[in-house]
Structure formats: C-alpha cells, structure tokens
C-alpha cells in the first residue's frame, strides 16, 4: 500500500468491519471521518478521547509550522492536530498521553528536546502530560510518537454528530492554510523571485491559524449538528468524509470556499491544487443557521462563510458557475509528490 492515509476501501474492509465488539459506553466510536470517540459514564458525562500518531521531524525545519504530507509532523503539530479534533468532536481537551519511540541513533539531548517542545505547546494549550511511554528500537529510523487527547464535551450531546437535509455547510478561515506554510518556508527562495518578501512571510505564517477550538465552542454555542476538521486530502477530503460519516449528500459552490490570495500563488508557483492541500485550521460546520452561526463567528474574530447546503441525495456536487462536477473519493493530498522531492533534495 502506499504511504498515506489507508483507502477508504481498505479501511472499510480491513479494519472498521473487524471491530465488531461494543459497549453502551461508547456513544461514538471507530468509522469514517470520525476521529475521535466519546464515552459517557453514569454521573461522569461524556468524556472524548483521540488518536494522532506521526514520524517526528524537527521543529526548526523549514515550513514546519504545521504539518507534512502523509505520516510526517513536528511534535507541537501532532498536539495540535489532537486538540482540533477532540474540538472539532465538541470536546474541550485537559490532557494528553505521550508514547515516543526513538531510533537506536538518538541521544538523550534529541528525546530531551522533543518533550520540550511538548511541553512548550501543552502550556500554551492549557494541557498536562498525564504519562506515556518513551521506546528505543531498531524497527525505527525517525521518532514516532503517538499522542492520546482526553478531555469532555462543552455540553452533553453538544454535537450530535448529524447532518439533514437543508441544513448550511459554514466553513471557518480559509483553505489551504497549513499546505501553504509548509511550502512558502520550504519553496521560500523560489518563491521570492516572483513576490515580495513581506507576501512570502505572510504565507510562511499561516501556522498561527491552525488551532480551530475558538470556531469550534462558538459552533457548540450555536448548535452545529456536526463538525469536521480539513486536514490531509484538503478541503475535498474534508467534505467527502463529512458527507460519508453522516450519510447524505451535499452541494457546495466552489466560488465561495475561502481562500487567501498568499495560498493562490504559491500553489500556482509549487504546481499545487489548493482544494486537495492540507488544510489544517479551517472547519467544517453543519448548521440549520448558518448565517447566524457566520455572524456569531465574525463576532468572535473567526472569519466564516456559507459555502453550500446539505442535501437527501447521495451525490456530492461543486458548482463552478455553470459548470457541475461531483466529488471524488479523498485522493492522496496534492502535497505528498511535492515533500517526497523536497526530502530527496
């Protein structure tokens, strides 16, 4: 199989059809586009957990502000990435569970670090590393780490995790937002020979916007039915596993995803499809009020728009004007042949 995310096939066929055993706890659990579970104890409410698990790369790497392509992050990105989706489940995250698994190679000082930079993000995010475990092992030739979140919803059943017919697609930011650092900081003088530096800067930056947990609470408030963070696949990926979690179809005006000018040129430069670049910090809202749920983002300083509606068919279409086409499965992210010649340079 190729690197990346598993065929929606395969992960269908292979992996979710296994898991068969289940418990009343479990409100929601393993399937596709779901990426974190939630469990409700008598007295307790209901707590979520996630799964995030990558290949480690190093902080200062340029255009590490976000994420790779396929199985590689920094650890502060993999936090991240935890956090946004326990938000993106209506979840508040209080802790994390760290495993490291080191190659024979590492030395005390590269394991020191790695947890100092978990530890830099956990403060800034309000976290506590609650435990874990820490590996060395010949079976490795980077560090990988896995990152537990745990944390509770905002409110019971907050987010029921559906979507209905008529209700509005909002989408949070802008697309293309993590692609587009990590080329900017890692294309940066190719680049500069066609825009300014204060452009290229701006781009390289867009790392500052990953977090979605501000959009996420105020979408609770509002009463979203179901949220889904973009990430690896893009914007596209993003809403076909919406789409398939909940079983319906959808119509979004391709006009109207948001983009920022800085992701346009870059991808045209870097031969990018901006629609299938990693994604992360923009998210996806399903609402019976959309318009109030954009002016209650605004109102919290999170740019939003209104992109689409959900519909009872089963396709899910994009209208470019007057052109229709309809959606694929998620296909491999736009990036990946792009960071595979970036790490053999």
């Known amino acids: 199989m190729k690197t990346g995310k598993v065929p929606e096939n395969v992960l269908k066929r292979s992996v979710l059809r296994q898991i068969k055993t289940k418990r009343r706890e479990v409100l929601c659990g393993a399937g596709i586009g779901v990426d974190c579970a939630t469990f409700s104890f008598p007295g307790e409410g209901e707590i979520v957990s996630c799964v995030q698990e990558a290949a480690l790369v190093p902080a200062g790497m340029p255009g590490c502000a976000g994420g790779f392509p396929g199985t590689f992050m920094t650890m502060a990105a993999l936090i991240q990435k935890c956090v946004n989706n326990l938000a993106a489940g209506g979840g508040r995250t209080a802790a994390v569970l760290i495993s490291l698994m080191m190659p024979e190679s590492s030395e005390e000082s590269e394991l020191r670090m790695l947890m100092a930079e978990a530890e830099e993000k956990c403060r800034e995010l309000s976290l ?187 396709d899910r279409i994009l209208l470019n004007g007057e052109e229709i086409r309809y959606l694929d499965r998620p296909k491999s992210d736009s990036m990946l042949p792009l960071f595979r010649q970036d790490t053999e340079l």
Request: contains cysteine; hydrophobic residues 40%.
């Open 128 to 314: 506590q590393i609650a435990g874990g475990q820490t590996r060395i092992a010949e079976a490795v030739s980077l560090p990988v780490a896995t990152v537990t979140g745990i944390g509770r919803k905002w409110e019971v059943s907050a987010v029921p995790g559906d979507a209905r017919p008529g209700q509005d697609i909002v989408i949070s930011k802008w697309v293309g937002l993590e692609g587009t650092a990590y080329l900017a900081g890692r294309h940066r003088e190719k680049l500069l020979r066609r825009y300014p530096a204060w452009f290229v800067e701006e781009a390289e930056h867009f790392g500052r916007y990953l977090s979605i947990v501000t959009e996420a609470q105020v979408a609770v408030k509002q009463g979203a039915t179901l949220m889904h963070d973009a990430s690896e696949g893009g914007i596209f990926g993003a809403l076909w596993e919406l789409a398939e979690r909940a079983g319906v179809g959808l119509t979004v005006d391709m006009r109207g995803l948001p983009l920022r000018q800085e992701t346009v040129e870059v991808c045209e430069c870097c031969g990018a499809n901006p629609y299938e670049l990693l994604s992360g910090g923009c998210l996806i809202m399903i609402s019976s009020d959309g318009p109030g749920l954009t002016a209650a983002l605004e109102m919290a300083g999170v740019p939003a728009v209104t992109v689409g509606k959900i519909t009872d068919s089963n």
